[in-house]
């Protein structure tokens, strides 16, 4: 029983890593900002020479991560315990975001 109950812990545990941690506030936070960066500052900016390497494809992954993982019948619809056809991976990634402000963003705080 102890074993079984590890078993299913990990489990759950990897998936709100991939979906919260991976998923919600490393890719989909980071979309707004590079849509404002690309939008807003000009090619000499010294912010856009910064970050442009690293924005340069994130709108573009993260729209094929919604079509191929999260979508209904997606791979992460299939292979994850949360999904399976329900709504699960959306509920996940709704309260992730329901308590996320900006100033949560602080890293040193967070150490």
């Known amino acids: ?9 990990r489990n759950a545990d990897a998936q709100v890593s ?5 998923l919600a506030q490393s890719h989909l936070i980071l979309e707004p900002f590079a849509v404002g960066m690309f939008r ?8 856009h020479k910064l970050m442009k390497e690293n924005l340069k494809s994130i709108i573009a992954i993260d729209t094929l991560g919604r079509e191929v993982l999260i979508s209904p ?3 992460a619809d ?5 999904g399976h ?3 699960g991976i959306i509920e996940t990634l709704t309260k992730a975001y329901q ?5 949560g963003m602080n ?3 967070d150490l």
């Open 1 to 9: 029983d102890w074993l079984l109950a590890k078993f299913w812990f």
């Open 18 to 22: 991939q979906l919260v941690t991976h």
């Open 40 to 47: 807003s500052l000009s090619l000499a900016h010294p912010i």
């Open 73 to 75: 019948g997606g791979s």
């Open 78 to 82: 299939i292979s994850l315990t949360v």
């Open 85 to 87: 056809g329900s709504n």
């Open 99 to 103: 308590n996320y402000s900006y100033k």
């Open 107 to 109: 890293y040193k705080n």
